[in-house]
Nanobody
Framework: QVQLIESGGGLVQAGGSLRLSCAAS????????MGWFRQAPGKEREFVAT????????YYADSVKGRFAISRDNAKITVYLQMNSLKPEDTAVYYC?????????????????WGQGTQVTVSS
């Protein structure tokens, strides 16, 4: 069992930056791919970024490529999402997720564990 707790969300102006953290519990964190998803009001949850079990591979949604960076620290059992050049359309609840698959994976159905989410609001 893996429990995930996100933090770092908040209100920021367009062009600003935020760093989300996802602290995990459980001894198998280091063998799991991790991902970030987001859900805006009235929209379906969408993939943002994923990192493989050892941090060696990453994959991003086109909408955030070049602006966001996902990373992980297995010693601290934490995954991060650095978000730069934020836009109002990045406003959403951001969710951290863990998959039993070890490589990068972008489909939500492949993720077995989910956090409660953290709100990110970007003002124009």
């Amino acid at each position: 069992q893996v429990q995930l707790i996100e933090s770092g969300g908040g209100l920021v102006q367009a062009g600003g930056s935020l760093r989300l953290s996802c602290a995990a519990s459980g001894r198998t964190f280091s063998t799991k791919a991790m991902g970030w998803f987001r859900q805006a009001p009235g929209k379906e949850r969408e993939f943002v970024a994923t990192v493989s079990w050892n941090g060696g591979s990453t994959y991003y949604a086109d909408s955030v490529k070049g602006r966001f960076a996902i990373s992980r620290d297995n010693a601290k059992i934490t995954v991060y999402l650095q978000m730069n050049s934020l836009k109002p359309e990045d406003t959403a609840v951001y969710y951290c997720a863990a998959s039993d698959i070890m490589g990068v994976v972008s489909t939500s159905s492949a993720y077995d564990y989910w956090g409660q989410g953290t709100q990110v609001t970007v003002s124009s």
